[in-house]
């Protein structure tokens, strides 16, 4: 077999770091290859080399064996390579097959008038010939998010792509979407396309990738056969370290109660329960786990705890003191840490650097201010601190938010809303888009939360984490709890049962 | 397509030296330009006598001439013999710059909060009214003389600053409890602004004899006087101690944004408005706090106008609120930046006074003049900041 891609001895600097230091890469025609590694370690860089977004600093690019360079993104598809990116680059208002043709319309009357027609039925045949279920007439603002994301593949083979080059695809992706994608690999792979994706994700790369190259700090620390490897290798090449799986809890007595709910209904704009009539306790030394397909509740539930938001009925009390209706700042000010599920929207001002983000809810009162003026000195200190405790990366407290990459950002989110000392932490998907080895980190760092007595409400839709982690685990569906269960006590198929709004056969509560 | 987006991250990249060398360059690549758009309309106008000729073909303006006279006769020709610092034309300049700072930190502290005050001209009215009438009702109960300097020129500036914080503060609270867009609400209320005005004075506030649609004279006490500073003769209108106090609000509200938590809640909210609520920032409150102060600063501008420039209100003010908004962004928001954007558009605005005294060029065609070097000089900004939200699309590129 012949190779589709061959990268040899890339090198990309950007100013103070070296991204890609001498990568070489071989991609097998008609493989799927996984490109694994931590956040940072420059898995981006090189696709966007390969794609001719960046320019390589040092080495070459060939495809199918010819040497080429690429200036832009025009040249890489002219070469048949297509790049799905994490962040969809779709047309919301326009059709599935409006989109796939979009700059590149097939047109009748001499090229004045696109050809809607063709468009539908070249889409149509594609979508068929790979097993894709997408419905070329449907408005893409009606479709799912796994479906986008085929027809961002479907834009790529319409250009004619011989290899698909995807970034993250699965970190948008429900469980089931991800299955549903990785048989399209096979479709795909099956027609002789090649696939390149990137992930940090070891159980993806080892189920669906025929050869998988581990990055790490810009290097190429090996290319594996994934037939031939283990978890525990994989990692171990990822992160330069053992790995452990398994969490260690140990057994905390739960004191009295920190964080509770009664009746707490929101609604939203059009007056439909997002969270009906929940109640829970939360108690010091405690976890509490929510479980549940994203949708059904868990951000607004998680809002109008926090402050962001007013509940429509029902009470929060936090330490005895009721809540309800008090403001975020009164929130902060008793001790509860947020670590939000949207970093670039509400955990981080991208635009400001790690200085002023440290003090991010903490910038009235001290210990960064007093009588309204700000000590920039304290907050550099607090910066660095988190920098180093949580090993941020690059260790650059005066870079903007914006330049770090996504793991990096959560971390100093995490050490940012752990730092505060809190009483009550509230954590949603904190590991979403996170290395393994930084996972591994956050996770302990919960756990040491508890330990010392403070209570933890987790939220994620990564059944794993909230069964390792939490005493108690609510599953929420459509806005209730539906069950509150011993993580224990509950197999991993009971659970999906129960967050897809069924009941277990023989499940007791 | 990847040499655009080079070029757009070296821009975007560009440290501070550079971008000032920038801002020079495109301000003489505006001149060149300008020296070309005077040269082809002298062609094309005609004369009794021409500036010169080029092939046979008679030029009536002379480019170089317009353009000596654009910038060094705006300061008096500081070139020639004879020159003083303190000239009518720096006195022109600088009375300009004083009030343009003014008007344009307002529009920079709204729009780094993230809200489009479009509305610091009819904040300047009331401003400016509120300072006419509060002096000359306290006149008559003031001390004369330095004594009653000391009391009139605070009172007049505190009550321009009430007047037009107010102002700001109600679309600023239409917008936080209504939800209009303070866009539309502001660009209606300076025609308010402008109309309520000229009902108050032409009903209640005109002198008898008066022919015009104007207020009494201030008290002679409530001029802003021309010390510690003598030199600007008191018919020029101007005074320095105005203008350090601009430069000390200038001070004033760089120190707000950059080193105070109000500041720090201001900034977020422009930036990023869920960041902002999460950190505990008020919104509403945030939003009309910062439009009230963005109010206060026109009106204080409109203040310094009636106390320092005219000695009492009249209808038809200068429009030095939508100028505040040209220098804003040509200082990128930045308030020191206000200070040498509102400098550039004084020393224009006396240049144009100087080419319409000693040229024939037509006043439209300085006008161009002056809005190609806005423009040119605006331009590399505008890409700075369109440029960063563009690159910043590719998000964790850069890892």
Redesign the interface.
Known sequence: MSDAITLTDVTKR?PG?V?NDAVSLSVESGSVHALLGE???????LM?VLY????ADEGTIAIDGTPREF????DAIDAGIGMIH??FMLVDTMTVAENVVLGDEPTTWFGLRTDADAAREAVRDLSERYGFDVDPTARVEDISVGEKQRVEILKALYRGADTLVLDEPTAVLTPQEVEDLFAVFEELTAEGKTVLFITHKLGEAMAVADDITVLRDGVNVGTVDAKNTTQEDLAERMVGRDVLFEIEKDAVTAGAVSLAADGLTVTDADDVARVDDVDFELREGEVLGIAGVDGNGQAELVEAITG?REPDAGTVRLHDEDVTTA???D??DAGLA?I?E?R?????????DLV?NG???A??GAPY?SR???D?RTARDHAEDIVDTYDVRPADADADA?????GNQQKFIVGRELERDPSVVVATHPTRGVDVGATEFIHDELLDRRASGDAVLLVSSKLDEVRSLSDRLAVMYEGEFVAVVEPENVTEEELGLLMAGESPEGFDE | ???YRRALERLVDASAKERIAVSAAALALSILVGALVVFVSGIVATCASPAFSVLGVDVCYDPINVFTELFLGALGHPEQGGWSPTNYRIAIALQQTTLLIFTGLAVAVSFRAGLFNIGVQGQLVFGALAAAVATIWAGAIAPTGILGTVFLVPLGLLAGAIAGGLYGALPGALKAYGGANEVITTIMLNFIASNVAYVLVSTFLMPESSQLVQTAVIPAAAKIPNVPFIGFEARDAFSLLALLGALAFITGIAYLLA????G??I??SG??E??A????V?AKRTTVLSMALSGALAGVGGAVWVLMVKGRFLTGLPSLGFDGITVSILAGNNPIGVGAAAFLFGVLKSGTIAVDFSTDVPVELVDVLRGLIILFVAMPEFFRLIG?RYL?L??????
Request: glycine content about 14%; proline content about 2%.
């Open positions: 950007f770091v991204a956040n940072g370690a420059g898995k981006t860089t966007n001719g977004l960046y320019e200036d832009s993104p025009r994490q962040h962001l403001s975020r700042r929130h902060i947020y939000p949207d670039h929207e509400r955990g981080l001002v991208m635009d400001f002023e003090i991010l809810g910038q009235h201010a309204g003026v700000l920039w914006a330049s770090f990459s996504g | 397509m990847s040499k080193k105070t938590s109000f720090y809640d900034r977020t930036l990023q869920e960041a609520a999460y950190s505990g008020d960063k910043g590719g998000g964790e590129q850069r890892a």
